[in-house]
T-cell receptor, first 114, second 116 residues
């Protein structure tokens, strides 16, 4: 069975600085997708970024980018120029290529200090 | 376009009671999902559906039932509620699996359920 591990329960960053959230996963599959979701205090789940395992190029969405290390099964999220609105819980998630089922990590709470 | 809507927002149940959590999406998505999120934890999949009339179990299906009679609706039934079912429940939907963007899951606002 696939597992997703986020080893940092809490992180903090100064406004305008850069922070990296860690995620590792375990799988024997070759076809899969990885996601980062943001959950602010409103509880709404918001997709931040998506990565296909077959793509070597790291995904980027504005201030958000990932460092995808397939051999190491690592999928970290980098947030540049952190803003107060980035404060939230961030979840790493895994999806097998042939199902829609998402497997989530435990989450990392990000605090942004003004 | 309302996206994914869930009712109710909050509910308190007594042990042994039953209830149905409603979920509706207006995006004509084929795939729908039910997750639960326990305090300080990630989401765990309860059930999912790949289309009307087709459902399957996720990681934590015990104590729940689902049905999918239409594309839009995917209700989750709790029978004989137990304190262990105290959680926040999220419904989600996605268009498909293949092309980029179609597998993005859109989440409802959640239902906070307490069983006393």
């Amino acid at each position: 069975a696939q597992t997703v591990t986020q080893s940092q329960p809490e992180m903090s960053v100064q406004e305008a600085e850069t922070v990296t959230l860690s995620c590792t996963y375990d799988t024997s599959e070759s076809d899969y997708y990885l996601f980062w979701y943001k959950q602010p205090p409103s509880r709404q789940m918001i997709l931040v970024i998506r990565q296909e395992a077959y793509k070597q190029q790291n995904a980027t969405e504005n201030r958000f980018s990932v460092n995808f290390q397939k051999a190491a099964k690592s999928f970290s999220l980098k947030i540049s120029d952190s803003q107060l609105g980035d404060a939230a819980m961030y979840f790493c998630a895994y999806r097998s290529g042939n199902t829609g089922k998402l497997i989530f990590g435990q989450g990392t709470t990000l605090q942004v200090k003004p | 376009n309302a996206g994914v809507t869930q009712t109710p927002k909050f509910r308190i149940l007594k042990i042994g009671q039953s209830m149905t959590l409603q979920c509706t999406q207006d995006m004509n998505h084929n795939y729908m999902y039910w997750y639960r999120q326990d305090p300080g934890m990630g989401l765990k999949l309860i059930y999912y559906s790949v289309g009307a009339g087709i459902t399957d179990k996720g990681e934590v299906p015990n104590g729940y039932n689902v049905s999918r009679s239409t594309t839009e609706d995917f209700p989750l039934r709790l029978e004989l509620a137990a304190p262990s079912q105290t959680s926040v429940y999220f419904c989600a939907s996605s268009k498909g699996l293949a092309a980029e963007g179609t597998d993005t899951q859109y989440f409802g606002p959640g239902t906070r359920l307490t069983v006393l």
